[in-house]
């Protein structure tokens, strides 16, 4: 499975079988995770993958999903430095293992709130100077959806994204860029139309020069959505998705370039910058 197929197959799987990870498939994910450590800010990032079958029934206690995981047994769990940009480069990091996993076949869905974050912290003993930011759990599907997370994808609109009119832009955010006139960037752009989000709210602004194919990446936060985090800014880290995936279909593509934070000081009312992708001549 290609990176883009991965991108286009991927969706959250709340429902798992319990079924363990087949052999071959849990050494490939685990050495991923070992080797997944290069953010785009340069953020230290560790991964490790969790087998609760293999815990006592005391630790047990203290990890949950609130009800909203059902049957998993394996989990994604992983820790950063804190640092400026360091929820980017975790949620960059996390949606490697996502796509790596569901390139193997396995279902995944990523949990910013609703998870014991202490529990699963002392899993893999961060330290004061680490964030545990988002899990996931990981393995095989049950085939059906509880009616929790049917409920979770009504509420979140899963299956809905916004247009790119609401997206994307030209030169600044009063001229929008349509899939029609987005060249051989058009699939990238489409690969963070349909990147997964906290709740679903894609708050990702792309910003294109009319000339030439850089792209500036925009956040438009949701006010009060952050109010109960403390250091976690979950819409930062799906802005680390986001560039995940404009990078990996890019290159997919043959579409090189690299991450600059050089803000461009476009008209950009409510909006936050965040980095931009400058193509290789």
Not at 46 to 61: A, M, P, T, Y
Not at 101 to 107: E, F, K, N
Not at 148 to 164: C, E, I, M
Request: glycine share 8%.
């Amino acid at each position: 499975m290609t990176v883009i197929e991965a991108i286009k197959v991927r969706s959250s799987c709340r429902t798992y079988s319990n079924k363990p990870i087949e052999p071959h498939q849990f050494a490939v994910l685990y050495n991923f995770l070992e080797a997944n450590k290069e953010a785009p800010f340069g953020s230290k990032v560790r991964f490790r993958l969790l087998d609760l079958n293999e815990l006592e029934s005391g630790e047990l206690k203290n990890l949950g999903t609130y009800g909203v995981i059902k049957g998993a047994r394996h989990f994604v769990v992983g820790a950063i430095v804190k640092a400026p940009w360091a929820m980017e480069d975790y949620g960059y990091c996390m949606e490697k293992n996502i796509l790596e996993a569901t390139a193997l076949g396995l279902g995944t869905c990523l949990l910013g709130g609703t998870f014991k974050r202490s529990g699963f912290a002392g899993k893999i003993n961060t330290t004061k100077d680490e964030l545990l930011p988002v899990i996931s759990p990981v393995g095989y599907s049950s085939g059906k959806r509880s009616i929790l997370d049917r409920t979770f994808r009504l509420v979140a609109g899963s299956n809905k994204r916004k247009p790119w009119p609401e997206l994307f832009y030209v030169q600044d955010t009063d001229t929008p860029l349509n899939e029609g006139n987005a060249g051989k960037y058009n699939i990238p752009l489409e690969c963070v139309r349909i990147a997964p989000s906290a709740s679903n709210k894609q708050p990702w602004r792309i910003v294109k020069d009319r000339e030439r194919d850089n792209f500036h990446f925009y956040l438009r936060r949701t006010p009060g959505y952050e109010k109960y985090f403390k250091d976690i800014k979950l819409q930062n880290v799906d802005m680390g998705i986001a560039m995940c995936h404009f990078e990996l279909s890019a290159k997919e593509l043959g579409l090189n370039g690299k991450w600059h934070v050089k803000d461009p000081c476009l008209k950009s009312p409510g909006l936050e910058y965040i980095a931009s992708w400058v193509a290789h001549a």
